[in-house]
């Protein structure tokens, strides 16, 4: 029986690379799934980009296209994280930063049934320097991939046991150079990375992931700032900033 490579697709560089190289390079099986974020204003962008991306393959191959299964969409207030876990997380941000969907991932997984997801992280990411002393490569024929050490499995690197890194060896150059050298550069260019897209459809140009982005060597697809997005983007930042404080209790009253 061939295997399924379940896969967190967010309509991104890097997990859409992957999902390209495995159904028309590697001619494998994709389950992707998707997590939605009622807090994340990219929500409808990214689902719309994860459906016209998928439609393009089955105009190049419709083979490739039906390697690709039924998007599973879940809404993220379903899934209930474990304490531990969710302590494990915290104690590892506390160092370094650290996506929070490595804590709510593998209580989906649990939740759910799936043994293993793979996750995007790619040379250069944070997340790379984070796991990089910690984790194995595995041979699977003609692709691999990294996973945590067995020796890590009672710490609080746990978190990451259910997750296969795939991407940890390729720079967002190096996935650009393969996707123009395997004929779907074109699909690469549809990907979707803005936090916050503009009411126009355009990137923001001042989130973190299109910073991210430029620093990866993707500024061209980053477009500038106009002066009235920068206002409005560093005055929800500072209100945001402020609610948290008033939460938190460290606002203060006079």
Known sequence: MQKTHHILWTG?????????????????????????DEERPSTNKEL????????????MDMKAAERIKPLIIVNKKDITSEQEDKDKFERLVSTSFL??????????????GIAEIESGAHKDDNIETFIADYVKKIEDNDDYY?????????????????????LLDYSKLDMERIAKESGF????????????????????????????????????RVPRPRIDDFIMFYSLKYLRKAKRNLVNGSGSKK
Not at 48 to 59: D, L, S
Not at 149 to 165: G, H
Request: hydrophobic content about 35%; proline content about 6%; overall charge neutral.
């Open 185 to 220: 550069h074109h699909l690469m260019e549809m990907t979707w990375f803005c936090y916050r897209p503009q009411k126009d459809g355009q990137p923001c140009g001042l989130c973190n992931p299109c910073k991210y982005a430029k620093e990866e060597g993707m500024e061209r």
């Open 99 to 112: 996506g929070t969907q490595y804590v709510w991932l593998p209580a989906y997984l649990k939740q759910n």
């Open 48 to 59: 719309e980009t994860i459906h016209t991306i998928i439609a393009h393959v089955g105009i």
């Open 12 to 36: 991104g560089f890097d997990s859409t690379f992957r999902v390209l190289d495995l159904v028309l390079n590697k001619k494998r099986l994709v389950q992707p799934h998707y997590i939605i």
């Open 146 to 166: 990294y996973m945590l050490k067995n020796e890590y499995a009672d710490t609080d690197l746990s978190i990451f046991a259910r997750f296969q890194f795939p």
